[in-house]
């Protein structure tokens, strides 16, 4: 059993930043690749990213590649997200989610999930 707990979100004007983090309780995280979706109120649970176990692969869809990105640091526990020159339709609410496949797009092959942040981004 996994407990991942997000952190980070919060308000910020375009073009701005934040850091995400997700920290891990119960196993290890170095067994689970791990991933970032987010869900904009009426839309369906969107995959961004997701690294590796070891954190040497990461995958980002387009409308993030180059702004933001994923991190871990498997002996603390934790995968990080960070977010930079933040859009308007970057606001969501974001998950990470951890399966022990890499590079799965689909919610469903996630074995466990945090509660979620909400990230607002004001134009």
């Known amino acids: 059993q996994v407990e991942l707990v997000e952190s980070g979100g919060g308000l910020v004007q375009a073009g701005g930043s934040l850091r995400l983090s997700c920290a891990a309780s119960g196993r290890t995280l170095s067994t689970y690749a791990m991933g970032w979706f987010r869900q904009a109120p009426g839309k369906e649970r969107e995959f961004i990213s997701a690294i590796s176990w070891s954190g040497g692969r990461t995958y980002y869809v387009d409308s993030v590649k180059g702004r933001f990105t994923i991190s871990r640091d498997n002996a603390k526990n934790t995968v990080t997200l960070q977010m930079n020159s933040l859009k308007p339709e970057d606001t969501a609410v974001y998950y990470c989610?951890?399966?022990?496949?890499?590079?799965?797009?689909?919610?469903?092959?996630?074995?466990?999930w945090g509660q979620g942040t909400q990230v607002t981004v004001s134009s």
């Open positions: 989610a951890a399966s022990t496949v890499y590079l799965r797009v689909s919610a469903a092959s996630y074995d466990y």
